[in-house]
C-alpha cells in the first residue's frame, strides 16, 4: 500500500509541470523560408544584403588581382627577359604597352625613363609599384569599411525594432505576445545579419592585405632583376618609349633678336 501511493506521489509530482505547461493546444509551428527570414529583419536588411554581396565580389576580385600569376604572369617575363637578351629595350618597350598586367606597366614606365640613368630608372620603377600598390590597397580598404558600417547599420535595425516592440508593449500590452516576438525577432536578425558580414568583411580585409604585400614584393623583385646590370651608359639619352613630347623650348627664345 504504502509503495503503490509513493509511485503515486512521484507520478503526481512528474506529471504536475508537465500539466502546468500542456494548458491549451500546442502552438503549430510556422516554417519560414531564408527569404521571409529576411524581410522580418526590416527595412535595414535591404542595405546588409548590398554590403554582402559587395563583401563576396571584392574577396574574390581582389584574391584574383593578387595572385602571382596575375600580377607577375610568365609570359610577360618571358618576353620581357628575351628582348633584354637581345638588347632590343625599343621592341620591349612595345610589348609591355601592348600587355596590361602589373609587371608590364612597372617594366614600361621604367624603361621610360632608362634614358636619363641608373637612378630615374630606379625611381620610375619604384613609383609604379606604389600606385599598383595603392590602387589595390585601396580596394581592400573597401572590406574595412564595411566591416564597420555593417554592424551600425544592423545596430539602427535594432534600434527601429526595438522602438517598435516597445510601441506594441504599449499599446497593446501582453494581451498580443505574437507582435511583441516578431518585433523581437527583427531586432534579432538585424543584429546577427550585421555581425554575420562584418566578421568575414575584417577577415577578409586583414588576410588580402597581407596577400597584396607578398605579390607587391614578388613584382618589385622581378622588374629589379630585370634590370639589374643594365647598359645605362650605352643608353643614356635614348628615347626608348618614343612618346610624343609635349614639352617645348620656352617661346621667347623663338623671339628674333631686336624685335620689341
Known amino acids: 500500500m504504502k509503495k503503490t501511493i509513493h509511485q503515486a506521489v512521484y507520478a503526481a509530482l512528474f506529471l504536475l509541470p508537465m500539466t502546468a505547461f500542456a494548458e491549451g493546444p500546442a502552438p503549430a509551428v510556422v516554417k519560414k523560408t531564408f527569404v521571409d527570414v529576411l524581410k522580418d529583419g526590416g527595412w535595414c536588411m535591404w542595405p546588409i544584403?548590398?554590403?554582402?554581396?559587395?563583401?563576396?565580389?571584392?574577396?574574390?576580385?581582389?584574391?584574383?588581382?593578387?595572385?602571382?600569376?596575375?600580377?607577375?604572369?610568365?609570359?610577360?617575363?618571358?618576353?620581357?627577359?628575351?628582348?633584354?637578351?637581345?638588347?632590343?629595350?625599343?621592341?620591349?618597350?612595345?610589348?609591355?604597352k601592348v600587355a596590361t598586367s602589373p609587371f608590364a606597366m612597372v617594366v614600361r614606365a621604367a624603361l621610360s625613363s632608362i634614358g636619363y640613368g641608373k637612378s630615374a630608372t630606379e625611381e620610375a620603377l619604384v613609383a609604379e609599384v606604389d600606385k599598383i600598390s595603392s590602387k589595390l590597397q585601396t580596394r581592400i580598404n573597401y572590406l574595412s569599411v564595411i566591416g564597420v558600417c555593417t554592424p551600425m547599420v544592423g545596430l539602427l535595425g535594432t534600434v527601429s525594432g526595438m522602438r517598435g516592440a516597445f510601441a506594441v508593449l504599449g499599446g497593446s500590452g501582453i494581451g498580443d505576445p505574437s507582435l511583441l516576438a516578431g518585433k523581437i525577432g527583427e531586432v534579432l536578425i538585424a543584429t546577427a545579419s550585421g555581425l554575420f558580414i562584418a566578421i568575414p568583411a575584417f577577415m577578409g580585409f586583414y588576410f588580402l592585405r597581407n596577400k597584396l604585400q607578398s605579390g607587391v614584393h614578388h613584382?618589385?623583385?622581378?622588374?629589379?632583376?630585370?634590370?639589374?646590370?643594365?647598359?645605362?651608359?650605352?643608353?643614356?639619352?635614348?628615347?626608348?618609349?618614343?612618346?610624343?613630347?609635349?614639352a617645348a623650348l620656352p617661346n621667347w627664345l623663338d623671339t628674333p633678336q631686336g624685335a620689341a
Do not use: H
Open 49 to 96: 544584403a548590398g554590403f554582402s554581396i559587395a563583401t563576396v565580389w571584392l574577396i574574390i576580385d581582389i584574391w584574383i588581382r593578387t595572385n602571382d600569376k596575375k600580377m607577375v604572369p610568365e609570359q610577360d617575363v618571358v618576353a620581357a627577359q628575351q628582348s633584354f637578351l637581345a638588347g632590343d629595350y625599343i621592341g620591349c618597350y612595345q610589348l609591355m
Open 219 to 246: 613584382l618589385e623583385e622581378e622588374a629589379e632583376r630585370l634590370f639589374r646590370n643594365a647598359p645605362y651608359d650605352y643608353l643614356k639619352d635614348a628615347d626608348v618609349g618614343q612618346e610624343e613630347t609635349y
